[in-house]
């Protein structure tokens, strides 16, 4: 029996204080329990009733609960790094449509379960704005879960040979986005891609999904190593095209809604 079973139920048994703490304890109110003794002397001060003083401390429970349920869904998004829109220099990559990326970061593509590449070369920003629709999405909600390809096929074919192979697809599909980082900077077995276009075709209509690349959507076969697996995407996504002034190849800014 724990310390907090122990505790005894009754109001004739113990001081109001220790009751208190064991009661907002069993009904998991932290806030409430540490803030309570505080807002209880500015209340008196500033001559605030009753209900104005539950008020005011359920709402700083809520606060800090949504806080919390945040920073839970970033931990178990696996971000490499956390990064927000907010600390983007969008005049450093010209050609990015800074307006569609604030747009996407509303999330209301998630709730169209509509998917999104980011294509562009090396230094275009693309696994930043990933990672900041990504927080976005954790801020507002929803489950992320974030990887690069070479790490998800590693981890497929891992479970495959495991035979938990179901569980890891189940998982993936139940998220709300998922962020494939990196496609096609790693070429991919004939298993891995089939593996992978698994997780796409099984997301279709169920999540959303972000990939970034360095290839145009056109060029895909290259990495799933099959014309059938390209060709039967269950959905064109829509795309983002960040470019940057180099001596690199300039990739045109461009996005277009889907097409069915």
């Not at 079973?5 to 109110?29: S, V």
């Not at 803030?35 to 809520?62: I, M, N, Q, S, W």
């Not at 178990?76 to 990559?93: M, N």
Request: aromatic share 6%; with cysteine.
């Amino acid at each position: 029996m724990s310390e907090a079973d122990a505790m005894p139920h009754g109001t004739n048994q113990g001081t109001p204080q220790i009751l208190l703490a064991h009661h907002l304890k069993q009904l998991r109110l932290p806030t409430v329990l540490r803030e309570y003794d505080k807002v209880a002397r500015e209340c008196a001060r500033d001559g605030v009733d009753h209900p104005r003083y539950l008020l005011r401390l359920l709402e700083l429970e809520l606060i800090d609960r949504e806080r919390r349920l945040v920073e839970r869904r970033i931990r178990q998004a696996r971000f490499p790094a956390t990064k927000s829109l907010d600390s983007f220099v969008f005049t450093a990559i010209p050609g990015l449509n800074k307006m569609l990326v604030l747009e996407l970061a509303r999330c209301e593509y998630i709730l169209r379960r509509e998917n999104i590449i980011a294509l562009g070369n090396s230094g275009t920003g693309k696994s930043h704005v990933a990672l900041g629709l990504g927080l976005a999405a954790c801020q507002r909600g929803f489950s992320v879960v974030f990887t690069t390809s070479a790490q998800l096929v590693h981890q497929l074919m891992e479970a495959r040979d495991e035979k938990r192979l179901l569980k890891l697809q189940r998982e993936l599909q139940a998220a709300r986005l998922l962020i494939i980082d990196e496609l096609g900077y790693v070429p991919l077995s004939p298993t891995g891609a089939e593996l992978l276009f698994e997780v796409f075709s099984q997301r279709y209509e169920h999540g959303s999904t972000i990939v970034t690349s360095n290839l145009p959507f056109e060029e895909w076969t290259a990495v799933l190593g099959s014309e059938r697996l390209t060709g039967a995407y269950p959905q064109r996504p829509r795309q983002l095209k960040p470019s940057q002034a180099s001596k690199s190849t300039r990739i045109p800014a461009r996005s277009g809604p889907y097409n069915h």
